[in-house]
């Protein structure tokens, strides 16, 4: 959304995505970000259902800056649909943690981006 304010997170606070981030590697890579202080979590996952619980897990542990969102890295327009909400809602993206499973083997792809 063009033009659009962003609406939480303080300035200071870290933004991170996690893909995959429901079960396995990706729930653990979660649950170690939001507890490291001042990063707000973005935990992604295609089935909501286990998405939403994974996040209920993390919260239960204390952790309350995790938030779940929809997505399916092989659909163009559930990427596009995260890349506006994180524009909307932060302004901002500085870690990108990137799960995925191809022929029964995870690869890791981890950004951080600093600056403005």
Excluded: W
Excluded at 18 to 45: D, N, P
Excluded at 99 to 114: A, H, I, K, N, V
């Amino acid at each position: 959304m063009e033009g659009a304010t962003p609406t939480s997170a303080p300035s200071s606070t870290r933004i991170a995505v996690v893909t995959g981030g429901s079960k396995g590697i990706g729930l653990e890579a979660c649950k170690q970000l939001a507890g490291g202080g001042a990063i707000t979590v973005v935990l992604t996952a295609r089935n909501e259902t286990r998405g939403t619980a994974a996040v209920e897990q993390i919260k239960r542990l204390g952790h309350a800056d995790v938030i779940f969102h929809q997505l399916d890295i092989t659909d163009a327009s559930s990427i596009a649909r995260l890349a506006d909400f994180l524009k909307t809602r932060f302004g901002k993206l500085d870690i990108l943690v990137f799960f995925f499973l191809f022929s029964g083997f995870y690869y890791l792809s981890l950004s951080y981006y600093s600056g403005a």
